[in-house]
């Protein structure tokens, strides 16, 4: 298809609104004005592909999934997992309450337990001094949740005991509203701990804000060329338990599952750094980086069965949501209710994401497909444009020389050509 034709496509198939693919062509995208209003020191703005990702179905609907990202084959490969999760129904997938955690960092104390105490004892009185900094939040159902104390009595500083304020942050991602409750609350922290609270700040790893998607895929449609099913499967498994072995693996493993979840973070207006800098503790809270997701066959039906968990600190509403009119349409593309429905969807396309990978790996290498499409790149790099970039890469392509240089020199042989025979 056309570019035209794709966002054609959503109109039929999705409903898309006028407005809306207007939005998400990029054509009024983020004004100068309103781009100056969200980071500091603004020269202009900048641009990234935005893709769709299809064939997602989770907890039996269908899903389109718009993803930003730079990088060519993830939105080939993302749809491409989440066709082969069709074939086994799909991806259910699931996430927590939206719970997110505050610190505040408390020094100066010479009795970390008798500090503790008297903070316990008096946590609702804090709880409701807190609830007081967010009426807007309470309004809507959360709020503050529970207080939570951990104590280092051995640091480079000294003691210190940290304080965590847990809060329902509903559908936004959480952290302004998490510091400003922690700044309300310091105060009467230091007059009833008699320390000195010095940090107030959001966690990152957001631990009781865990989103899972699960899939299962039959042996027979992962038959690819000249392997079979059930050789696919298999090599699927055994690329998985080196990830579970193997540290240097596990994490390349993780980058390629955080390829897709980043791209639909970026496209939804979400903070990626938060959910990578999660995504990436969680793997290591063992000691030792693992998989974010496990791949194994079913011993009843021989099925391939693949799961993932991970923190995920994503919002509906605020944040650049209000002021990017792209990222408002791409959620409204996915028709997400919640952002604990929009954590789950994130989950299954990291899990799509890995599926692709790991099939493509186990066959005929990640290079092949990878450099395939990237080969439309390497064309525009060289200075090839329009149809003289497709006419290249698909040369490169047939002859299997894929590669700057060669794009370099079917560029200049095409520009020559052309110019002699004008």
């Known amino acids: 298809m056309t570019v035209d034709e794709r966002r054609d496509s959503l109109r039929t198939e999705f409903g898309c609104s006028s407005d809306d693919l207007s939005a998400l062509s990029g054509d009024p995208g983020l004004t100068e004005d309103s781009a100056n209003r969200m980071i500091e020191n603004v020269i202009g703005r900048y641009a990234l592909p935005l893709g769709a990702a299809r064939n997602f179905v989770i907890n039996g609907r269908k899903y389109i999934i718009p993803m930003v990202i730079e ?41 970390l337990h008798a500090a503790a105490a008297a903070l316990e004892a008096e946590k609702a009185h804090l709880l409701k001094l807190a609830a007081e900094s967010c009426p807007n939040l309470i309004r809507r159902g959360g709020g503050p949740v529970d207080m939570e104390f951990r104590m280092f009595p051995e640091t480079d500083a000294g003691p210190m005991l940290i304080v965590h304020l847990i809060m329902d942050v509903r ?6 509203l998490i510091d400003t409750a922690l700044e309300s609350i310091a105060p009467e922290v ?3 701990s008699g320390g000195i609270v010095r940090l107030r700040i959001l966690s990152n790893l957001a631990d009781q804000r865990l989103a899972r998607a699960a899939c299962r895929v039959p042996a027979e449609v992962l038959a690819f060329k000249e392997f079979d099913g059930e050789t696919v499967l298999s090599r699927i498994v055994e690329a998985a338990a080196f990830a579970e072995a193997d540290p240097y693996r596990a994490v390349t493993h993780n980058k390629g599952i955080m390829n897709g979840i980043d791209a639909v973070v970026l496209a939804t207006g979400n903070d990626w750094r938060a959910v990578e800098s999660g995504a990436h503790a969680w793997a290591a809270k063992t000691g030792q980086i693992r998989p974010l997701s496990h791949w194994r066959r079913d011993p009843e039906n021989g099925d391939l069965l693949g799961t993932i968990e991970l923190p995920m600190a994503v919002g509906t509403v605020g944040g650049a949501t209000r002021v990017h009119p792209g990222a408002a349409a791409a959620l409204r593309l996915m028709n997400v209710q919640s952002a604990q429905e929009l954590a789950g969807v994130l989950a299954a396309v990291g899990l799509a994401q890995n599926l692709a990978a790991l099939k493509a790996l186990s066959t005929e290498g990640i290079q092949r497909g990878h450099m395939s499409l990237h080969a439309k790149q390497l064309a525009a790099a060289a200075g090839a444009q329009g149809e003289l970039a497709d006419r290249i890469a698909a040369q490169m392509v047939t002859e299997n020389h894929i590669s700057a240089s060669y794009a370099a020199e079917l560029a200049a042989a095409y520009i020559k050509e052309s110019h002699h025979d004008a």
């Open 71 to 111: 990088e060519p084959s993830v939105v080939a490969a993302a749809s491409n997992g989440a066709r082969l999760a069709k074939a086994g129904g799909g991806f259910s997938a699931e996430a927590d309450d939206p719970r997110m955690i505050g610190q505040l960092q408390i020094t100066g104390l010479s009795d």
């Open 171 to 176: 559908d936004v991602m959480g952290a302004n």
């Open 190 to 192: 230091e007059k009833i």
